[in-house]
């Protein structure tokens, strides 16, 4: 079976701005333009991460006390499941709602004295759960690509 492996919206973005600046802008003009697209991806990731955390409450851990509306409800249990879903395709992952809430629990029994045992799986849900944060971050990521990219389109075309 191959593998099917498509571009970030960044090196996608990369790609296109080469291609059309190439005959008509300076090196220094470039230079210019890339810092201003960085700084730009930067604050767009900080904002964009500040709203996803507003909006759906993710630094509640349980869904149902984050007090949200049906519509930020179904919008979070979606990011939750496809996170989930992430974590258990990547070698090893094993993740679900059922682990994260057990998080604490293994946590207070590492705490306690657990057998070797119990740190291993503690130590799993520890992976899963840095593997989930690094999963939202990478979400967030690509949102901001994805909205500058189309920024940079709309110029583009609005130029030609």
């Known amino acids: ?24 802008m300076t090196s220094d003009g470039k230079r210019a333009l890339a810092k201003t697209i960085r700084a730009l991806r930067a604050q767009l990731i900080g904002d964009l991460g500040e709203a ?15 007090q949200l509306d049906e519509a930020a409800r179904v919008k979070r249990a979606r990011l939750e499941g496809w996170i989930d879903e992430q974590v258990r395709a990547l070698p090893g992952g094993r993740a679900g709602a059922a682990e994260r809430s057990r998080s604490g629990a293994n946590q207070r029994t590492l705490e306690s004295g657990a057998n070797p045992a119990e740190r291993s799986r503690t130590g799993a849900n520890q992976r899963t759960l840095e593997s989930a944060a690094r999963l939202r971050d990478d979400v967030v990521k690509d949102a901001a690509a994805t909205l500058l990219l189309r920024i940079v389109y709309l110029r583009l075309l609005e130029a030609s």
């Open 1 to 24: 079976m191959s593998t099917v492996r498509t571009m970030s919206p960044m090196s996608t973005m990369t790609s296109t701005m080469n291609s059309s600046m190439n005959s008509s």
């Open 52 to 66: 996803t955390e507003r909006a759906y409450r993710l630094s509640v851990a349980d869904a149902k006390k984050a």
